[in-house]
Structures are given as structure tokens and as C-alpha cells.
């Protein structure tokens, strides 16, 4: 039992790129979240799906799209990286029974 | 518009001391509470949590306390260890809706010998 995997761990970009970060739970939760930490701001949420088939946006959804590709996994994709968009970003999943959520080791991101 | 908020970035204690951690909300239909701890280079771990019926929840070394009316809730954790040194993070809920975490800033607890 894995919980929430994230991959890459790291990630260098230039300006302009694209990269998908990938998420996926083995807990059979319904909603799964992604997150970014950026120092002093806590944890921002980007966007979220409540059950498979549905995302909506958070917070802070500018610059980001997502995918629930099945009832595991969870993706988000940068289009076109800003040097704003360097930041530690964290997956969740939560069962719908609880308010507790489940978070991923992260991925930290540059975008230079 | 921060709807929590953790004042204090940083806190130091001693071992075996008591640590208290404070967190400020604004949004008044917040009706669940938590908290979370991290340490470097791993995701969050919920430690906490907080029904708005109640005003307390203790767990082990680990209580919460609820102040609805002044929109306040601690952390005490007693007593203190050196594994405690983390990051905490108070989250805040509404029962209706998605049940979508809103997270403080943090504040970085060490825990000296």
C-alpha cells in the first residue's frame, strides 16, 4: 500500500515548456487534490476532483489544467512554464467519509 | 484575503516544555479544523482535527482547542520532544460543499535539548 505517489520528484524547466505532473492513489479515495507550497503562503490549492469524471478549480488554477484520467490518478499539466510557477507542488486524496486528507511526497519544480 | 492564518512563522521550545501553536480564521461557515505536520522533503501528515460542536480533542501528547467565538484555534502538544521540530500547518473546512482544505501559512516549531 504506496498511498499517494507523485513523480517526478524534481524538475528543471526553461521558460516556455510543458510538463505534466503525475499522481496516483491506491486507497481507493473518491477526491484528489493538487496543492503548491510556495514560502510563507502555506498550501494553495490549484485544483480538485471530487470524483472520478469531475475538476473544478481552486484558489489558484491560472497557468494549470488537469486530468482525473481514471479513479487513481490525477495529473497536472503546465502549459507554457513561468518562472512563477517554481514552487514545491503536492498531490492529496481524501475519502469522501472524511476530512482528512492524504498528501503525496511532492515534486519541486524550477522554472528558470 | 487569508481566512486562516498562523501569526507567528516561527516557534522555539524547549524539550519537555509545553508548545502552543495558534491559528486565526475569518470565515465563519469553517466548521472543521485540522492540523498538520511536515517535515522537510515529505508531504503533509494529518495529525489533528476539530469538529465546530466541540472545543476540545485531545490525542495523546497532542490537544486542540476551539474557540468559536473569537475564530481561534491551538495546538498543545506536551510534552515536547525533539521529534516534534516540523512545520505545522492548521487547514479549515466547510461541511458543505467539495470539504476543500484552506491552509495557514505555517509555523516552523524546533524543539531545542
Known amino acids: 500500500n504506496a498511498g499517494v505517489t507523485q513523480t517526478p520528484k524534481f524538475q528543471v524547466l526553461k521558460t516556455g515548456q510543458s510538463m505534466t505532473l503525475q499522481c496516483a492513489q491506491d486507497?481507493?479515495?473518491?477526491?484528489m487534490y493538487w496543492y503548491r507550497q510556495d514560502p510563507g503562503m502555506g498550501l494553495r490549492l490549484i485544483y480538485y476532483?471530487?470524483?472520478?469524471?469531475?475538476?473544478d478549480k481552486g484558489e489558484v488554477p491560472n497557468g494549470y489544467n488537469v486530468s482525473r484520467l481514471n479513479k487513481r490518478e490525477f495529473s497536472l499539466r503546465l502549459e507554457s512554464a513561468a518562472p512563477s510557477q517554481t514552487s514545491v507542488y503536492f498531490c492529496?486524496?481524501?475519502?469522501?467519509?472524511?476530512?482528512?486528507?492524504?498528501f503525496g511526497p511532492g515534486t519541486r519544480l524550477t522554472v528558470t | 484575503d487569508q481566512q486562516v492564518k498562523q501569526n507567528s512563522p516561527s516557534l522555539s521550545v524547549q524539550e519537555g516544555r509545553i508548545s502552543i501553536l495558534n491559528c486565526d480564521y475569518t470565515?465563519?461557515?469553517?466548521?472543521?479544523f485540522l492540523w498538520y505536520k511536515k517535515y522537510p522533503a515529505e508531504g503533509p501528515t494529518f495529525l489533528i482535527s476539530?469538529?465546530?460542536?466541540?472545543d476540545k480533542n485531545e490525542d495523546g501528547r497532542f490537544t486542540v482547542f476551539l474557540n468559536k467565538s473569537a475564530k481561534h484555534l491551538s495546538l498543545h502538544i506536551v510534552p515536547s520532544q525533539p521529534g516534534d521540530s516540523a512545520v505545522y500547518f492548521c487547514?479549515?473546512?466547510?461541511?458543505?460543499?467539495?470539504?476543500?482544505?484552506?491552509f495557514g501559512q505555517g509555523t516552523r516549531l524546533t524543539i531545542n535539548p
Open positions: 476539530i469538529s465546530s460542536i466541540k
Open positions: 470565515n465563519s461557515m469553517f466548521d472543521y
Open positions: 492529496a486524496s481524501q475519502t469522501g467519509n472524511s476530512y482528512e486528507q492524504y
Open positions: 486507497m481507493n479515495h473518491n477526491s
Open positions: 476532483s471530487a470524483s472520478e469524471g469531475t475538476t
Open positions: 487547514a479549515a473546512s466547510e461541511i458543505q460543499g467539495a470539504q476543500k482544505l484552506v
